[in-house]
């Protein structure tokens, strides 16, 4: 929405047709650039979903400038409780999905010199116990675009990570609720409810404290039109404490700190 805003094409990636018309209710009706706000059904999982995106911006005849790898799912739980099939759908949508999109894309995006930004985490640099199944595909996904942003840089091409801390977003309620569904070990850790309740509380904090999401997709703008864009991007206050000084404490702190919570 920021995107269209500012007067550009945007193909914006969704999971039903209702979801793509939900998306254009928010536009203004009145506004000349409707037409250049295009809901594409697209699941990140599937390759023949990405390669009918990549024929529908190839016969745009527009040139390719950027694409933004922004889909995320998650689940909390303790790492020997879940099942491997949550770990094993967390990474195909948010590494493998990445990767699907970025391989799909690269060579319209080499042809224009454009941008790559990926959607991280600040957890992939300081990772959290009953954040396994999600903050594991961030790490994932934090060394793959560090990789590819080598990679593609004599192409003229520029890869920009994002690394957020905790903003309001439906990611804390859709990973618990997954995680509530999936813990199938009882008794050997702390009840799942009550270790939920005590990780909700200061994520809740961290959200108000950083405020709106626009401080988000302020960065992704810029990633997208600076001539000389970051390769990382840190927002909000408890991802730059863990960024230049929680990952550099011992971890036996750490892991102490972790146990002390439940």
């Not at 254009?24 to 506004?31: A, D, S």
């Not at 995106?53 to 889909?71: D, E, F, M, R, Y």
């Not at 060579?107 to 396994?132: D, K, V, W």
């Not at 199944?133 to 790490?139: D, E």
């Amino acid at each position: 929405m920021h995107l269209h805003s500012m007067g550009t094409t945007v193909y914006a990636g969704v999971l039903s047709t209702q979801s793509g018309e939900k998306l254009l209710q928010l536009t203004n009706n009145n506004n000349d650039n409707n037409n250049k706000l295009i809901p594409v059904v697209m699941d990140v999982t599937k390759m023949q979903d990405i390669q009918k995106a990549v024929q529908i911006v190839t016969a745009s005849k527009l040139p390719l400038l950027a694409i933004v790898n922004n889909a995320g799912i998650s689940a909390f739980g303790w790492a020997e409780a879940l099942p491997i099939s949550t770990f094993e759908k967390n990474m195909n949508v948010n590494f493998f999905g990445t990767v699907r999109m970025t391989t799909s894309f690269l060579p319209l995006l080499r042809a224009t010199q454009g941008r790559i930004i990926n959607m991280g985490s600040i957890g992939a640099r300081m990772p959290s116990a009953f954040g396994s199944s999600y903050l594991s595909t961030k790490a994932a996904m934090s060394s793959y675009s560090d990789c590819v942003r080598q990679e593609v840089h004599r192409f003229g091409v520029k890869v920009c990570l994002i690394e957020p801390g905790f903003f309001p977003t439906e990611l804390l309620a859709n990973g618990a609720k997954a995680g509530a569904s999936n813990n199938v070990l009882k008794g050997v850790y702390p009840n799942y409810n009550e270790k939920m309740k005590a990780t909700k509380k200061p994520i809740e904090m961290m959200e108000w404290l950083n405020g709106s999401i626009d401080k988000v997709t302020d960065c992704v703008v810029d990633g997208l039109t600076n001539k000389w864009p970051l390769a990382r991007y840190t927002i909000g206050y408890d991802a730059r404490i863990i960024r230049h000084f929680l990952c550099y404490l011992p971890s036996w702190v750490i892991d102490e700190v972790q146990t002390a919570q439940g």
